[in-house]
């Protein structure tokens, strides 16, 4: 069983940056690929980057080159370093662990609020 728990969103200006961390508990954590999701207001939830536990990262085009994924294996945790941030990032920001067939591993918790003012 995994749990996870997301923390580093806050109020920023649009140029801003912010680093979000996923820290996650149970050993499997480490050996799977963990994605990082988020849910503008009123819209559906997306995925915008992942990175396998050989730490292979993907993007969306949306963030490609503003936001880098990482993980650090040792410490169970994966972050998202995201920069030149713009309004349209504003969203809860959550991890989750991708199945192949489009599901989630886990049961969504509360995820971290990311403000990006103009």
């Known amino acids: 069983q995994v749990h996870v728990v997301e923390s580093g969103g806050g109020l920023v200006q649009a140029g801003g940056s912010l680093r979000l961390s996923c820290a996650g508990s149970?050993?499997?954590?480490?050996?799977?690929?963990i994605g990082w999701y988020r849910q503008p207001p009123e819209m559906q939830r997306e995925l915008v980057a992942w990175v396998t536990s050989g730490g292979t990262a993907t993007y969306v085009a949306s963030v490609k080159g503003r936001f880098t994924i990482s993980r650090d294996n040792a410490k169970n945790t994966v972050y998202l370093q995201m920069n030149s941030l713009k309004p349209e990032d504003t969203a809860v920001y959550s991890c989750n662990s991708p199945t192949s067939s489009g599901f989630v591993y886990w049961t969504w918790g509360q995820g971290t609020q990311v403000t990006v003012s103009s």
């Open positions: 149970g050993s499997a954590f480490s050996s799977m690929t």
